[in-house]
């Protein structure tokens, strides 16, 4: 009984997450910009062999939690433009970055998805507050436990109450 509370409780927390951020791509996306989705999130590997960029970033469009080694690119897109990320990703300038693509370029193709991709969230209506969906997981889990605690323990003390109800 308790095992398939127990399970039950899993299924439904895993039902209502959505924590699998690879899921899928929104519909809206273009080809270029799903093509990029999938390189950032190393779905697709980098022909060159280069690192997924969501093991250092992090973008607030997509589910999963990325890198914090670099900075958050939600607004990349705004600060710098197609030309500025397209020189960026050709040359990288940045010391961490340096030496993990510098034996292994990003080709133009995987430039136009990750650029595709950075425009699509920088886009104000996709990016949605983490710790609102943070916030509400846990208490979703907090009230599950409760639930679960007060079942299990519903009759824990009944005997001990008999007994000094008898001597009293």
Not at 107 to 123: D, P
Request: charge should be positive.
């Amino acid at each position: 009984m308790i095992s398939k509370l127990f399970s039950g409780i899993i299924i439904m927390l895993v039902a209502l997450s959505e924590l699998n951020a690879f899921a899928g791509v929104p519909p809206a996306l273009s080809e270029a910009a799903t093509a990029g989705i999938r390189l950032f999130t190393g779905q697709k590997p980098f022909e060159n062999g280069g690192a997924a960029c969501i093991s250092c970033h992090s973008v607030n469009s997509i589910k999963a939690v990325g890198g914090s080694l670099g900075p958050n690119l939600t607004a990349v897109y705004k600060q710098l433009g197609k030309n500025g990320l397209n020189i960026v990703l050709k040359s990288i300038p940045f010391p961490t970055m340096k030496p993990i693509y510098q034996n292994r370029p990003i080709t133009e193709k995987e430039k136009t998805g990750l650029i595709s991709f950075l425009r699509y969230s920088s886009k104000p209506e996709i990016n949605r507050n983490k710790g609102q969906d943070l916030f509400m997981y846990a208490a979703a889990v907090f009230a599950i436990l409760i639930i679960f605690m007060s079942i299990i323990w519903r009759n824990r003390l009944s005997g001990v109450r008999r007994t000094l109800i008898k001597k009293a």
